[in-house]
């Protein structure tokens, strides 16, 4: 249950820099590689002549060759050669729409005709020397609105994130959730509270004390597909919080994009843009050490939820009001998928009066 008409991360170009990746996402199975010209190229991960995987082959002069029997596939999924064969009446494979923005591939896995460029959200922090960026990727065995859920309902982190970011302020103080569009928000704030470990280490990073009470938000904010930006940070108490001033606070965003794989698993692209301090490259490394760290700690409690729910689809299960963020962000991918949907069978319909 993914909407398939719009952009979502695949990859970074690190992983295709060494030969081509393999990479099931919204249940289709493609190829990513750089083509001719250095261009990003996403196929079908289906060889025309015997259907191996062109992911086990290599880049030649800008062609995918077929790691079988030297079939030569071009960008746009027609084969242009293959050893002591005459190609023409080859049949052609599917190619998607891929774009690289802001250090990602993203992909189309819908129609092509309506991938649009223009689509793919707007980032501030990349190429931006008012902020540093680090992040990774984490292959998840649960349905990616699962991960919907648990980021945009941070009282998890008082109980999974005991040692680095919880803390019992976050149960105690209450979260408020708006839709506005088709972005669902859900923020909290909390005044005057000891900094958890992972907030002492980021006040460090920019030099401010980390042993003096702080003003801490988290203001979670889903878009469609399955984007959850989160800004969060600490500032020294009564300086304003969120609006402190630059030197007086860690102020950072949570960058997290969710792929979904199958109906039950996902790639997780996390990450954290941070404005303080941008130019300590060992500050974003221990950063990134120390989400990795938080992050692991999810993985563990939603591929044992979602087996759960596999073993139990009977059962029903509570919405309370801190699950509203999930709740609403759900709603609104329902409303996509039922968009779809509709177009998709009125084409269907079309087709079969015409
Ligand atoms: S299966 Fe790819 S060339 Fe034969
Ligand atoms: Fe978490």
Not at 1 to 15: E, G, I, L, S
Not at 245 to 269: G, I, N, Q
Not at 327 to 342: F, H, Y
Request: negative net charge; contains cysteine.
């Amino acid at each position: 249950m993914f909407p398939k008409n719009t952009w979502y991360v695949a990859c970074t170009p690190h992983d295709i820099a060494a030969g081509p990746l393999g990479r099931q996402i919204c249940g289709e199975r493609m190829v990513f590689y750089r083509g001719e010209g250095g261009r990003v190229a996403a196929l079908e991960d289906f060889c025309p002549h015997r259907g191996a995987p062109l992911s086990l082959g290599f880049v030649r002069e800008g062609r995918l060759v077929c790691g079988y029997h030297g079939l030569e596939m071009g960008c746009e999924g027609k084969t242009i050669a293959m050893p002591g064969q005459r190609v023409r009446g080859f049949p052609a494979i599917r190619s998607y729409p891929v774009q690289e923005r802001y250090g990602f591939i993203w992909v189309w896995p819908g129609d092509a005709a309506q991938a649009d460029a223009a689509k793919i959200p707007h980032f501030d922090w990349h190429d931006n020397p008012e902020w540093a960026y680090g992040g990774g990727m984490y292959h998840v065995k649960c349905d990616y609105r699962l991960m919907i859920d648990n980021l945009m309902d941070l009282t998890h982190e008082t109980y999974v994130h005991s040692a680095s970011i919880g803390q019992k302020e976050i149960d105690e103080v209450p979260c408020k959730t708006t839709v506005e569009g088709d972005s669902v928000i859900t923020s909290r704030f909390m005044e005057n509270i000891m900094a958890p470990p992972f907030w002492q280490l980021a006040l460090r990073g920019n030099n401010l004390a980390d042993d003096v009470p702080v003003d801490r938000w988290q203001i979670c904010r889903f878009t469609p597909p399955s984007h959850v930006m989160i800004e969060v940070g600490v500032a020294h108490a009564g300086l304003g919080g969120y609006d402190a001033p630059a030197d007086r606070k860690a102020y950072s965003v949570v960058v997290d994009f969710l792929t979904p794989e199958t109906e039950t698993s996902m790639w997780y692209f996390w990450g954290m843009a941070r404005k303080f301090n941008p130019q300590d490259l060992a500050l974003t490394d221990s950063i990134r050490e120390g989400q990795g760290k938080i992050f692991g700690e999810d993985l563990e409690m939603l591929q044992r939820q979602q087996q759960n729910l596999l073993d139990y689809p009977e059962r029903s299960l509570l919405k309370l009001n801190i699950d509203a963020g999930g709740v609403q962000s759900r709603k609104i991918i329902d409303r996509i998928l039922a968009e779809e949907n509709a177009v998709h069978s009125l084409s269907a319909s079309a087709l079969a009066s015409a």
